[in-house]
């Protein structure tokens, strides 16, 4: 029988994590899923595969996903009458006896899902990315060629098309189905900075469609059911991903940055947001050294900013926290100083929570 420590301390932070990030229900659930781990049973026979599983795998997530997304298909009628996503309201004591009874209904449909990973496309990671984008044209006016590590739909792609709301100004169409408010706290966003996106284009080892209804499910099932502000930016991101094209392709990281040259008269823009981690580090180096590459070939013509949120320690003491951060060539930092064909060196810009609003601008 493998031991179950070592998923159990995994599944304990991952409680913490909802409850630190405003999901007392995911909480509560894996909680209860800890305290049910060591017993024979459905939550054993479900989590017992993954005694191994590394941490950044979320495995406690992929299982309430994948239970989600029976609620929202309606094919736990028993336990959506428990889940706020379907009009239902949570009590754990009343929940749980309908939670366990899907585990059992539905154990091969899960344990398929369960070797996935996560695919959330968060939309409110867009308000750390697009401020630091703002910052990069407010230094320099051009247009935007914009590519994404780890695009999963390419939501975000289409980030220059949502409203963002900060103490200082707001940014975006008016009418955008997508409303990010507050995105931005701390230190002013240039918010009259010119912002063009010409060229949007992404990776990701398995994109998703956001025209396809079950990916749309997929999608909906990985968000919080709890946090219906969550679910209103994500559906809002399906309408307008249906009128402004982008491509994803299926690839790797690596063989995205590895083609991807600098054009004159526009910036080349390469963000991602909280994918880093399921790179292996070989991957990590060669996208890092590819990187470097783009940077040596910028001009002042042709500049190019590598952008992004993802969780990283201040120093070697430090937690870890979700950090905005820009590198920009050539030279100069975002804030329009001067330098020479090399970066200035990566720059912290701000911090935001694990979903993305609002970030804290540092500058």
């Not at 919080?224 to 559906?235: A, H, K, M, V, Y």
């Amino acid at each position: 029988m493998p031991d179950l420590t070592r998923l159990g301390s995994h599944l304990s932070r991952q409680a913490d994590a909802c409850a630190r990030l405003g999901s007392p229900m995911y909480a509560a659930l894996i909680r209860r899923l800890l305290d049910h781990l060591g017993e024979d049973g459905p939550v054993r026979r479900a989590l017992e595969p993954y005694a191994d599983a590394p941490g950044p795998d979320a495995t406690g997530l992929r299982l309430l996903g994948s239970v989600h997304r029976l609620v929202l298909q309606q094919r736990a009628a028993d336990l959506a009458r428990h889940y706020p996503s379907v009009g239902g309201r949570f009590v754990l004591d009343r929940a749980w006896p309908a939670f366990v009874a899907a585990l059992d209904e539905h154990a091969d449909e899960i344990a398929a899902r369960l070797s996935r990973p996560p695919q959330t496309n968060e939309v409110g990671r867009a308000a750390g990315l697009v401020g630091a984008l703002l910052r990069l044209t407010a230094a320099r006016a051009a247009p935007v060629r914009l590519h994404e590590l780890g695009a999963s739909a390419g939501l975000n792609l289409r980030a220059d098309h949502f409203r963002y709301v900060g103490a200082h100004g707001a940014v975006g169409p008016a009418e955008s189905p997508v409303l990010l408010d507050p995105a931005w706290r701390g230190a002013s966003t240039p918010t009259d900075a010119p912002l063009r996106v010409v060229e949007r284009e992404g990776c990701d080892p398995d994109p998703l469609d956001p025209g396809d209804p079950e990916d749309r499910l997929t999608l909906t099932a990985y968000v919080w059911p709890d946090q219906p502000e969550r679910l209103d930016r994500l559906r809002g991101a399906f309408a307008v991903a249906a009128g402004v094209p982008a491509t994803v392709r299926c690839e790797r990281a690596i063989d995205l940055v590895r083609r991807l040259d600098v054009r004159p008269g526009a910036w080349t823009v390469l963000w991602h947001s909280v994918m880093w981690q399921y790179l292996d580090a070989e991957e990590r180096a060669q996208v890092a050294t590819e990187i470097a590459r783009l940077g040596e070939s910028a001009t002042a013509d042709a500049p190019f900013a590598h952008v992004s949120l993802e969780p990283r320690r201040r120093d070697p003491a430090a937690p870890h926290a979700f950090l905005v951060v820009t590198e920009a060539w050539p030279g100069g930092r975002p804030g329009g100083r001067s330098g020479g064909r090399s970066g200035a060196g990566p720059e912290i810009l701000g911090e935001a929570p694990g979903h993305g609003v609002p970030v804290v601008w540092e500058r």
